[in-house]
């Protein structure tokens, strides 16, 4: 099992900042793909952006490529997104997801992801 606990949402303008932070916990020692998901109210829930946890390689969403970066400390077992230049439409829930298993053909599918953190909320006025 893998628990995620997610903090650093809040409230911010158009065209600020937040950093997320993901804590892992549990049988983190085989984790192999980390994700940022968010989810707002009457959508599905949508990739933000990936890490595989080995190579460090990343993907994002064309969405927030160039603004959003997704960054690991293996020491600390901490997965972080830094969001600049938020945008109003980008208000919603924000999930930590972790995967321990290389099988699925999409990480992008939150289906992918067998943990989830509880979410942190992200509002952004404009």
């Known amino acids: 099992q893998v628990q995620l606990v997610e903090s650093g949402g809040g409230s911010v303008q158009a065209g600020g900042s937040l950093r997320l932070s993901c804590a892992a916990s549990?049988?983190?020692?085989?984790?192999?793909?980390m994700g940022w998901f968010r989810q707002a109210p009457g959508k599905e829930r949508e990739e933000v952006a990936l890490i595989f946890v080995a190579g460090g390689s990343t993907h994002y969403a064309d969405s927030v490529k160039g603004r959003f970066t997704i960054s690991q400390d293996k020491a600390k077992n901490t997965l972080y997104q830094q969001m600049n230049r938020l945008k109003p439409e980008e208000t919603a829930m924000y999930y930590c997801?972790?995967?321990?298993?290389?099988?699925?053909?999409?990480?992008?599918?939150?289906?992918?992801?067998?943990?989830w953190g509880q979410g942190t909320q992200v509002t952004v006025s404009s």
């Open positions: 997801a972790s995967s321990t298993d290389s099988y699925s053909s999409d990480y992008t599918r939150p289906e992918s992801f067998p943990y």
């Open positions: 549990g049988y983190t020692y085989s984790t192999y793909c």
